[in-house]
């Protein structure tokens, strides 16, 4: 059974005290009762395109090559995945979720290469890692209030610069970030 919060922004609420998740927007992609999948979508991480590209032995091009890498999570922190734009892009018959309309996953290497090249999807971000839980996990968190479940946007996977992904997030429910305030639990 699917969930009516997948495909959707998961965004994490001040009181989230996970330093994997402080200030985090997931990208859920899917949400079930064994378990759920997502991808962090506003944290650069410390490498780019040229390096990730450079180590597995692509070609670079100069359209990728200083392209932030994020942090996708911290599950699997050696795993690849690209979040993309599948409107246009080449089939290469390879594992892609289709998110929605305008939100695709993959990591297969075939569209890696092509992006390498200077093909494939214009709009796209490699992430490193996943975000999961397990079975009942999410929705535990979610009765708890750390996270805020919101539509997905796919500007602001794309379009929108990765410290402002957060606030724009909350303010499409109406929400100012401004007036949140991070409770400190007592010593």
């Known amino acids: 059974m699917a969930s009516n919060i997948s495909p959707g922004f998961l965004v994490a609420a001040p009181s989230l005290r996970d330093p994997h998740f402080d200030r985090a ?3 859920l992609v899917d949400h079930r009762p064994e378990g ?5 979508v506003n944290r650069a991480g410390s490498t780019t395109m040229r390096r990730v590209l450079g180590e597995l032995g692509l070609p670079i091009s100069e359209r990728t090559a200083d ?3 994020l942090v996708g999570g911290p599950v699997a922190p050696h795993t ?6 599948p409107r246009g892009a080449p089939d290469t018959g390879e594992g892609v979720i289709v998110v929605n309309e305008g ?12 992006i390498a090249r200077g093909g494939g999807p214009a709009r796209h971000v490699l992430v490193l890692g996943y975000a999961g839980w397990g079975a009942g996990q ?7 209030g ?11 996977v794309f379009d929108t610069p990765l410290e402002e992904r957060w606030g724009r997030a909350l303010r499409s429910l109406g929400i100012d970030p ?5 409770v400190v639990p007592e010593a």
């Not at 759920?36 to 962090?40: K, N």
């Not at 690849?80 to 734009?85: A, K, M, N, Q, R």
């Not at 939100?103 to 092509?114: F, I, Q």
């Open 178 to 182: 401004a007036r949140l305030v991070r």
């Open 146 to 156: 750390a996270w805020i479940p919101t539509d997905l946007d796919p500007s602001t």
């Open 36 to 40: 759920s999948l997502g991808f962090v």
């Open 80 to 85: 690849g995945w690209i979040v993309f734009d």
């Open 67 to 69: 392209e932030a890498v």
């Open 138 to 144: 999410l929705d535990d968190e979610l009765q708890r």
């Open 25 to 27: 927007v997931v990208l």
């Open 103 to 114: 939100v695709g996953v993959s990591a297969s290497r075939a569209l890696l290469e092509t």
